[in-house]
């Protein structure tokens, strides 16, 4: 398979006409007045011989200069490749420099009247002074569209690190919940069939909510909390008035977005880490405060052999960073931890939607 080859736009990191056509008249027009001590007092007339002697100069020079930088460029691409072009096309270009002299001095040397200001010395410096001028300029906008690239390529390896994060956290989610949600029926079965087939019914709710969210990466208040509805009917089977729950969201924030799965997430926490019995109850209280969504639980943790991988916490976090300029914030005390989700008010166009 062949592969286009780089053009002058791509090696440079930006379409140059615009400079040229700017940049070569502007910079022939300066070099007279300020190496060689032209003036405008006898009228721009009488200026221009000099302005075009300068504009073939300095078409010259800038034209060198760019083709250098061209061929090492396309020559030796990519960042880690940066100190290797630096070295071989300043070599190259102080070569060209002097070789461009020579040819410049020939030429001179064949126009009659030569005014005596010009001598080789000032030549060299106004040369110079050009050289080093272009070759700035397109190395500074190539360094900075370099560094564009780069910070679109972080935020795209970000975005898909936080897609694989949240992919992975479903992945999870349905085989242990499904695992747990299934071992609770068959204890509702033969007990109760009515509350048997509601059961199902809220299990099917909560997997049809997961499924519909794949694409998604901001949600509704209002969706989220429906989710949670049927959600909590399933732990409530499980755990019956163990489990205290106490939801306060004003109608208002109903719509107002978060990230999907948040919820589950935090209560999912809130049940692996704490005791839940008749003795101890696990209460988790939801509310809104100053357009933040707060869950907590009291704190009556379990022994556990293994530590907690904080991977549910640390992939909200993500995502929320993601989403919007605020963070999530995690308050611990000795009676409750406490998870402050940040509410937003319309849904942000996210890049890559």
Known sequence: MSTRKASARDLLGFDDTWLLLLGIPIISFSVPLLFFNASLSAGIIAYLPKWGISILHTVCYWSVTRSVML?????????????????????TLIAAFFAVNYLTDFIMGCVPHTPPEVTHFLMRVSSLTIVILVSVVYESIYFYDLWRQTILETEKLKRENIESQLESLKAQV????????????????????????????????????????????????????????????????????????????????????????????????????????????????????????????????????????????????????????????????????????????????????
């Open 174 to 353: 349905s085989p242990h919940f499904l695992f747990n949600s299934l071992n609770t029926l068959t204890y509702i079965i033969p007990e109760n069939a009515d509350r048997a087939v509601r059961f199902v019914q809220k299990l099917s709710k909560v997997y049809r909510y997961i499924l519909e969210i794949r694409d998604k990466k901001l949600i509704s208040l209002q969706e989220e909390m429906e989710f949670l509805d049927a959600y909590l009917f399933l732990l409530r089977e499980r755990f019956g008035d163990n489990l205290r729950v106490n939801l306060q969201i004003p109608g208002e924030y109903l719509t107002h977005y978060m990230a999907p799965l948040s919820l589950q997430i935090l209560f999912e926490n809130a049940i692996k880490h704490n005791i839940i019995s008749g003795d101890k109850p696990l209460e988790i209280t939801v509310w809104v405060e100053n357009k933040r969504l707060v869950v907590r639980n009291k704190l009556q943790r379990k022994k556990q052999n293994m530590p907690s991988t904080k991977f549910g916490l640390q992939n909200i976090s993500n995502r929320y960073a993601y989403l919007c300029d605020e963070q999530v914030d995690v308050l611990e005390s000795s009676e409750y931890f406490s998870v402050s989700l940040p509410l937003i008010g319309a849904p942000a166009k996210i890049a890559g939607e």
């Open 71 to 91: 061929y090492f460029r396309r020559r030796y691409q990519g960042y880690d490749l940066t100190k290797i072009r630096l070295v071989y096309g300043y070599a």
